[in-house]
T-cell receptor, first 115, second 115 residues
Framework: AQTVTQSQPEMSVQEAETVTLSCTYDTSENNYYLFWYKQPPSRQMILVIRQEAYKQQNATENRFSVNFQKAAKSFSLKISDSQLGDTAMYFC????????????FGGGTRLMVKP | DTGVSQDPRHKITKRGQNVTFRCDPISEHNRLYWYRQTLGQGPEFLTYFQNEAQLEKSRLLSDRFSAERPKGSFSTLEIQRTEQGDSAMYLCASSLLQGLTDTQYFGPGTRLTVL
């Protein structure tokens, strides 16, 4: 079984600044995948970034990057140059292909970007 | 390219009634997942299909719940004899399994309120 923990229920950041959201996970699998999803208010879940556990290089997608520390089972999300549209719930999730790739989600972090 | 669609978007029902939700995945996606999300929490896995075969069911899926994916296209999730505890957002996601990995794309969800 996998567990995902997000220890920051809420965070805020000023527009144009950088913010880091934390996530830790626990798994006994070797081949697994990690994800960050964004859920804006009253809108659908959107994939932000994805990391394969076998890859040592941290994934990046424009202003979004991760810090993947496999030994520490840590997977944080850094948002650079925060924009008002980044305001949302952010969910960290994991999956592994021996379980059909079903996603196990953390409890979420509510991010508010302030003008 | 249309995304995942779900119908209805909102459903209000009285306790004890049956309800059925529909999910239309992204065209040619061979996997379809159902999740349940209660207010302020991360989604929880319910079940998934690969083509028309239902391969995994969570312990959360009591015998009042049934899901189908005839012909491997759209899927339905039925809840019989609804209870107030069934009130939640029901999310559908689809993916294209290529090799061992896939990325899930979510629909807008169906919000169920049981009175």
């Amino acid at each position: 079984a996998q567990t995902v923990t997000q220890s920051q229920p809420e965070m805020s950041v000023q527009e144009a600044e950088t913010v880091t959201l934390s996530c830790t996970y626990d798994t006994s699998e070797n081949n697994y995948y990690l994800f960050w999803y964004k859920q804006p208010p009253s809108r659908q879940m959107i994939l932000v970034i994805r990391q394969e556990a076998y890859k040592q290089q941290n994934a990046t997608e424009n202003r979004f990057s991760v810090n993947f520390q496999k030994a520490a089972k840590s997977f944080s999300l850094k948002i650079s140059d925060s924009q008002l549209g980044d305001t949302a719930m952010y969910f960290c999730a994991s999956s592994y292909n021996n379980a059909g790739n079903m996603l196990t989600f953390g409890g979420g972090t509510r991010l508010m970007v302030k003008p | 390219d249309t995304g995942v669609s779900q119908d209805p978007r909102h459903k209000i029902t009285k306790r004890g009634q049956n309800v059925t939700f529909r999910c239309d995945p992204i065209s040619e996606h061979n996997r379809l997942y159902w999740y349940r999300q209660t207010l302020g929490q991360g989604p929880e896995f319910l079940t998934y299909f690969q083509n028309e075969a239902q391969l995994e069911k969570s312990r959360l899926l009591s015998d009042r719940f049934s899901a189908e994916r005839p012909k491997g296209s759209f899927s339905t999730l039925e809840i019989q004899r609804t209870e107030q505890g069934d009130s939640a957002m029901y999310l559908c996601a689809s993916s294209l399994l290529q090799g061992l990995t896939d990325t899930q794309y979510f629909g807008p969800g169906t919000r169920l309120t049981v009175l």
